[in-house]
Nanobody, 125 residues
Framework: VQLQASGGGLVQAGGSLRLTCAASGRAFRTYSVAWFRQAPGKEREFVAA????????YYADSTKGRFTISRDNARNTVYLQLSSLKVEDTGVYFC???????????????????WGQGTLVTVSS
């Protein structure tokens, strides 16, 4: 599967953005998809994830209640709605996919074999 992330931009603190991860390939519904982000000088960190059927979602503590992950398997697309954005949410956001990641390991970037190119989110104060 190939992934392409888009939707990033410059937004003021408190604002919102919607990121899109478009996938090409077959059997998209068999892939768990996650969003990670990387701020300058920091390690890549988990943001949110969804199982293949979209019925199960997971969030980092820092994004829970502010971000919402969803997917449309008919369109081979996963969305990440960012709300109540903070300056510390700034970074490059990547989507990643895996057919094999287990529940307990969904927050680990090394468990995803397919990655999009990233989209930059900048939150200004």
């Amino acid at each position: 599967v190939q992934l392409q992330a888009s939707g990033g931009g410059l937004v003021q603190a408190g604002g919102s953005l919607r990121l899109t991860c478009a996938a090409s390939g077959r059997a998209f519904r068999t892939y768990s998809v996650a969003w990670f982000r990387q701020a300058p000088g920091k390690e890549r960190e988990f943001v949110a994830a969804t199982r293949g059927n979209g019925g199960s979602t997971y969030y980092a503590d820092s994004t829970k209640g502010r971000f919402t992950i969803s997917r449309d398997n008919a369109r081979n697309t996963v969305y990440l709605q960012l709300s109540s954005l903070k300056v510390e949410d700034t970074g490059v956001y990547f989507c990643a996919a895996s057919q094999r990641v287990i529940l307990s390991a969904m927050t680990l970037a090394t468990n995803y074999g397919y990655w999009g190119q990233g989209t930059l989110v900048t939150v200004s104060s």
